[in-house]
T-cell receptor
Framework: GQNIDQPTEMTATEGAIVQINCTYQ??????LFWYQQHAGEAPTFLSYNVLDGLEEKGRFSSFLSRSKGYSYLLLKELQMKDSASYLC????????FGAGTTVTVRA | ETGVTQSPTHLIKTRGQQVTLRCSSQSGHNTVSWYQQALGQGPQFIFQYYREEENGRGNFPPRFSGLQFPNYSSELNVNALELDDSALYLC??????????????FGEGSRLTVL
């Protein structure tokens, strides 16, 4: 089975940086995805890590350590529109999601 | 917009009834999967279809069933509805499975309320 943990909520100020951690214990692993989900909307793809290290994509970066079962999503230069739920998901033949981290960006 | 469309967007049923949810995959995608998302939770995997065959199932009872059609559209059927079935049902399509690095593209979901 899959056990995926991430914090429930985080709050940050506009322009700041926030790091969302995700730890996982899984029976199978083919990569780790991060998705963003605004309230009432579908999840949208942010990043995919299959090898250890940092993947940077604009204001968003994602890190993976397979030996530690650990990933983080780094959001830089926060904007109000970044207020959303961020979902960590581990892939084998399917995606297994964590419960999501609700990020609130304040002015 | 991902190109994955689901219908209906909202529906209300009563306990014991049956429901069919529909999904049209993004063009070129051969894999469709269904997820259930309860309020405040992450999506939970129901099952996945690849070229019209079920090739994976999560921890859901047999009253949850599905189909994938030759045009790669899909249906999710739930029989004997229970109150706990109230959730957002998400369809996702991809080219290949997530295990192959296939990115999932989600539809907007069908919100089911069971009274």
């Amino acid at each position: 089975g899959q056990n995926i943990d991430q914090p429930t909520e985080m709050t940050a100020t506009e322009g700041a940086i926030v790091q969302i951690n995700c730890t996982y214990q899984t029976s199978g692993f083919n990569g780790l995805f991060w998705y963003q989900q605004h309230a009432g909307e579908a999840p949208t793809f942010l990043s995919y890590n299959v090898l250890d290290g940092l993947e940077e994509k604009g204001r968003f970066s994602s890190f993976l350590s397979r030996s530690k079962g650990y990933s983080y999503l780094l959001l830089k230069e926060l904007q109000m529109k970044d207020s959303a739920s961020y979902l960590c998901a581990v892939s084998d033949y399917k995606l297994s999601f964590g419960a999501g981290t609700t990020v609130t960006v304040r002015a | 917009e991902t190109g994955v469309t689901q219908s209906p967007t909202h529906l209300i049923k009563t306990r014991g009834q049956q429901v069919t949810l529909r999904c049209s995959s993004q063009s070129g995608h051969n894999t469709v999967s269904w997820y259930q998302q309860a309020l405040g939770q992450g999506p939970q995997f129901i099952f996945q279809y690849y070229r019209e065959e079920e090739n994976g199932r999560g921890n859901f009872p047999p009253r949850f069933s599905g189909l994938q059609f030759p045009n790669y559209s899909s249906e999710l059927n739930v029989n004997a509805l229970e109150l706990d079935d109230s959730a957002l049902y998400l369809c996702a399509s991809s080219y290949g499975t997530p295990g192959e690095g296939g990115e999932l593209f989600f539809g907007e979901g069908s919100r089911l309320t069971v009274l």
